[in-house]
Nanobody, 127 residues
Framework: QMQVADFGGGSVQVGGSLRLSCVVS????????IGWMRQAPEKDREGVAA???????TYADAVQGRFTISKGTDKNTVHLEMNNLKLEDTAMYYC?????????????????????WGQGTQVTVSS
């Protein structure tokens, strides 16, 4: 059974950096997307970044140029490097794994109900 473990959140000031990590075990899909979703209080859930089994990477417009998603030496580990954090980046961040086809953030968002989710890690940005 696949398991998704996400961690690395914390509290930083505006302009600071954090690195989130996700470890996926038991993945059996040939094609898949590993990505990050976030949800802030009273806001809709949104996709942040994604990388698929072909290493294709996509970002949400809101984080383009500030966040970097990458795979670790273990291909089932994914990191999200977050730089120049803004107040609006405050949210619970979830690592999400969607199998069945490669793709990007949009596919992750469109089919998130079929994905496997980590427990979430809180990111808080303060002024």
């Amino acid at each position: 059974q696949m398991q998704v473990a996400d961690f690395g959140g914390g509290s930083v000031q505006v302009g600071g950096s954090l690195r989130l990590s996700c470890v996926v075990s038991g993945i059996t899909y040939d094609d898949y997307i590993i990505g990050w979703m976030r949800q802030a209080p009273e806001k809709d859930r949104e996709g942040v970044a994604a990388i698929d089994n072909y290493d294709a990477i996509t970002y949400a417009d809101a984080v383009q140029g500030r966040f970097t998603i990458s795979k670790g030496t273990d291909k089932n580990t994914v990191h999200l490097e977050m730089n120049n954090l803004k107040l609006e980046d405050t949210a619970m961040y979830y690592c999400v794994v969607l199998g069945g086809a490669p793709g990007g953030v949009k596919r992750l968002v469109d089919f998130d109900e079929y994905a496997s989710w980590g427990q979430g890690t809180q990111v808080t940005v303060s002024s």
